[in-house]
C-alpha cells in the first residue's frame, strides 16, 4: 500500500500543474481589447510644436503617434487612411485660415500600423517633400489623418480616430531658403555668344545653357526642357525685338527633353545645338529662341526666371571651311610613285583619299589666298592604315610673304585613336595672313608620312 501511494500523488501533482498553466493560457487570452487612437490636441497635430518634426534638405518627418488605452494583448493592425473630403470641407468652411490641402504626391505614407504585443505606442511615419513647403510658402499645409478596422476585437476612439495635420509653413523654413530653379541668367534677352565656352563647328554649334538651384543643394532631381515660342514671338509682336526671326526646335536646333541635377550640386547644364546651315540661313537677320523650365521633379521654379530669351550673333557663331576658297596649294614633296595618293589628296575634301610620302624626314603643305584671311582653327583626319605613318609634331604658321613665318600653333607627341579620325585644334589668333603652312617634323614610327586631309578654319 504504501509503496503505490507516491506515484498516485505525483500524477495528481502533475495533474494541478498543467491544469494551472491551461487556465493561465486561457487567462491570456481572454485580456481585453484596446481603445485605439492618434495622439492629438483637439483634433489636431500642430506642426511644429515643440520638436515634432525632423527637416533635411529634401524631406520633413512628422510621428504620427497612435495610442493604446492600454498595452496590446497581442499583435494586430490598424488601417491608416487619408481623409481629403473632410479636410476640403474645413478649408471651405473658412475653418483653417489660409490653409491647403496637403497634396497626395508630395507626402508618403504608410497604409496601416502594426500594434505590437506589450505595447501601448507607436510612431508612424509621414514624410512630406520640402517641395510642398516651398511650394506654398505663406499657407498652412493640411491633411486628416484617419484610423479604420482596428483588427482583433479592438476598437476605434470614436474623438480619436482622425485628426488633421496642420503644418505651418513659416516657421519650417524662412523665404531666403526656398530653393528656387531658374536659368542663369533668366528673364532676360542674352546675347549669345557670352562667353568662351561654345564649340563651333562647320555644321553645328554647341552652346552649354547653365540652369542654377539657390540655397543648398540636396538629392538628385530633373527638370523638364522645352522650346517657348510664345515667348520669342511676344517679343517681337511688342518691338522689343522687331527685326528678328525665332529658330525652330528641331529644324533649326535641339535640346535635351529633361536636364538632369546632380545632388549636392547648384548648377547644371545642358547644350544647345544649333545648325550652322541654319545661322547661315538668317544671317542678316537676328535669330532667337526661348527656352522653358517646367515640372521639376524637387524644389520650385523662379517663375520670373525660368524663361529665357536668346538673340544669337551668327557673325560670332559661324565657322567657315576655308581650305578650297581662292587658294593656290602646293608641298614641299611629292608622291611621284602613285597618282591616287598625291598631294592634292590633301585637301579635296575627301576623308577616303590620303596624300602618302616615301622616304620621310620632314614635310610642309603650304595654302596661299587671295587675300589675307584670318584662321583660329584647323582639323586633321587619320588616314585608313598604317598609325605609325600619322603625323606626331607639326607646327601652324602664317606668313604675309611666304618667306617669314610666325608660328600659330605647336603640337607634340600626338596620336589618332582611331582610323578616318577628325580631330580639331583651336588656337588664339586676331591676325589675317595671306600664307598658312603646316609644317610637320615627326610622325609616330616610320619612314612613310599619310594623312588623309587637312582644313583651314575660319573662326569669328
Known amino acids: 500500500m504504501s509503496r503505490n501511494i507516491f506515484p498516485a500523488l505525483l500524477l495528481v501533482s502533475l495533474s494541478i500543474v498543467l491544469s494551472c498553466k491551461k487556465d493561465n493560457k486561457f487567462n491570456d487570452e481572454q485580456l481585453s481589447p484596446v481603445n485605439v487612437s492618434i495622439r492629438s490636441t483637439n483634433g489636431k497635430i500642430i506642426v511644429p510644436s515643440g520638436n515634432n518634426y525632423t527637416r533635411t534638405i529634401d524631406y520633413m518627418n512628422v510621428p504620427v ?7 496590446a494583448p497581442k499583435i494586430f493592425t490598424v488601417d491608416v487612411l487619408v481623409n ?7 478649408i471651405d468652411a473658412g475653418q483653417l ?18 500594434m505590437r504585443f506589450g505595447t501601448d505606442t507607436l510612431a508612424l511615419p509621414l514624410q ?15 491633411l486628416a489623418i484617419a484610423l479604420d478596422d482596428a483588427g482583433k476585437q479592438n476598437t476605434l476612439d470614436a474623438a480619436g480616430k482622425m485628426a488633421v495635420l496642420l503644418i505651418n509653413t513659416k516657421e519650417i523654413i524662412k523665404e531666403e531658403d526656398i530653393h528656387y530653379i531658374s536659368f542663369t541668367g533668366g528673364g532676360s534677352i542674352l546675347k549669345q555668344p557670352s562667353g568662351t565656352d561654345h564649340t563651333l563647328g562647320t555644321s ?15 538629392g538628385a532631381f530633373t527638370v523638364n526642357v522645352s522650346a517657348s515660342a510664345d515667348t520669342a514671338q511676344a517679343l517681337i509682336d511688342n518691338g522689343s525685338l522687331p527685326e ?18 546632380p545632388a549636392n550640386t547648384n548648377t547644371a547644364r545642358f547644350d544647345l545645338v544649333i545648325k550652322t546651315e541654319s545661322l547661315r540661313k538668317y544671317e542678316l537677320n537676328k535669330p532667337i529662341l526661348a527656352l522653358r523650365l517646367s515640372s521639376p521633379t524637387k524644389h520650385l521654379l523662379d517663375t520670373a526666371r525660368s524663361t529665357v530669351v536668346m538673340e544669337l550673333e551668327p557673325a560670332r557663331l559661324i565657322e567657315t571651311d576655308i581650305t578650297n576658297t581662292n587658294i593656290g596649294f602646293k608641298t614641299q614633296y611629292e608622291n611621284t610613285s602613285n597618282a591616287n595618293e598625291t598631294s592634292g589628296k590633301l585637301i579635296d575634301n575627301n576623308v577616303n583619299s590620303k596624300f602618302l610620302l616615301f622616304n620621310f624626314s620632314t614635310l610642309w603643305a603650304q595654302l596661299e589666298f587671295a587675300t589675307p584671311q584670318t584662321t583660329g582653327a584647323y582639323t586633321l583626319t587619320s588616314a585608313n592604315d598604317g598609325p605609325e605613318r ?14 617669314d613665318w610666325t608660328v600659330l600653333d605647336t603640337r607634340t ?33 616610320s619612314d612613310l608620312f599619310q594623312l588623309a586631309e587637312w582644313r583651314l578654319l575660319k573662326r569669328p
Open 65 to 71: 503617434n497612435i495610442q493604446l488605452s492600454a498595452t
Open 84 to 90: 481629403n473630403d473632410t479636410v476640403q470641407h474645413m
Open 97 to 114: 485660415g489660409n490653409a491647403v490641402l496637403l497634396e497626395e504626391n508630395y507626402y508618403q505614407l504608410p497604409k496601416s500600423a502594426e
Open 128 to 142: 512630406i517633400s520640402m517641395q510642398a513647403i516651398e511650394r506654398f510658402y505663406g499657407k498652412t499645409l493640411a
Open 204 to 218: 553645328l554649334v554647341v552652346l552649354p545653357v547653365s540652369v542654377t538651384l539657390a540655397g543648398l543643394a540636396g
Open 244 to 261: 528678328s526671326v525665332i529658330l525652330k526646335e528641331g529644324d533649326d536646333y535641339t535640346i535635351p527633353s529633361t536636364l538632369s541635377f
Open 390 to 403: 600619322d603625323p606626331k609634331n607639326w607646327t601652324l604658321e602664317g606668313s604675309d610673304n611666304g618667306s
Open 413 to 445: 607627341d600626338q596620336s589618332f585613336g582611331s582610323r578616318f579620325l577628325t580631330v580639331k585644334y583651336t588656337f588664339s589668333n586676331q591676325v589675317a595672313y595671306k600664307f598658312y603652312r603646316l609644317n610637320v617634323s615627326a610622325v609616330r614610327n
